[in-house]
């Protein structure tokens, strides 16, 4: 059993920062990819940022430059720098890891204000 856990999450104004957590706790053996998604309401779930095992990453199109993805290979952790945040960053955004199969964390909501 494996469990995802995400944090930092919240309200910011247009320009502001927030700083994602997502920790996983269990039957962990090796944490292959992690990744960042995000929904938006009435929207589809969209890939936002991927890091491999060897720290590649990789980004859509339209947070690059902004949003950083990095990881903590010892706390089993993905993090998600989120900087210059737009009002079209809104979402929900959930992590997964591939751990032999994916997980999910449940999502924690980023509201961004104009």
């Known amino acids: 059993q494996v469990r995802l856990v995400e944090s930092g999450g919240g309200l910011v104004q247009a320009g502001g920062s927030l700083r994602l957590s997502c920790a996983a706790s269990g039957n962990i053996i090796r944490i292959n990819a992690m990744a960042w998604h995000r929904q938006a309401p009435g929207k589809q779930r969209e890939l936002v940022a991927t890091?491999?095992?060897?720290?590649?990453?990789n980004y859509a199109d339209s947070v690059k430059g902004r949003f950083t993805i990095s990881r903590d290979n010892d706390k089993n952790t993905v993090y998600l720098q989120m900087n210059t945040l737009k009002p079209e960053d809104t979402a929900v955004y959930y992590c997964?890891?591939?751990?032999?199969?994916?997980?999910w964390g449940q999502g924690t909501q980023v509201t961004v204000s104009s």
């Open positions: 890091i491999t095992s060897g720290g590649s990453t």
């Open positions: 997964r890891f591939n751990i032999l199969g994916d997980y």
